[in-house]
Nanobody, 113 residues
């Protein structure tokens, strides 16, 4: 299993970013996918998840602002992030649970003016 995130960076408050996670080494369409994040000094937390059928759920802190989606043809899961706030600053990780939980290396998102 390999997960590789991209799309992070520095953005001003109120801005947008789109994160991507390229997956390989497993049958992508058969597994739910998730995005987690970890801010400095805090525990890693679930941000959003999407099932094989496309159902989604979100942390209360990101509802309405973030959208998770997947492209099974491209083996990629996305996280569209709008109206970003400084408290969204974190390393964002793509994850899949297949016998055990796998993580990508993460992509840094910094929301600051």
């Amino acid at each position: 299993v390999q997960l590789v995130e991209s799309g992070g960076g520095l953005v001003q408050p109120g801005g947008s970013l789109r994160l991507s996670c390229a997956a390989s080494g497993f049958t992508f369409s058969r597994y739910a996918m998730s995005w987690f994040r970890q801010a400095p000094g805090k525990e890693r937390e679930l941000v959003a998840a999407i099932t094989t059928g496309g159902s989604t759920n979100y942390a209360d802190s990101v509802k309405v602002r973030f959208t998770i989606s997947r492209d099974n043809a491209e083996n990629t899961v996305y996280l569209e992030m709008n109206s970003l706030k400084p408290e969204d600053t974190a390393v964002y990780y793509c994850s899949v649970y297949r016998v055990r939980r796998y993580w990508g290396p993460g992509t840094q998102v910094i929301v600051s003016s």
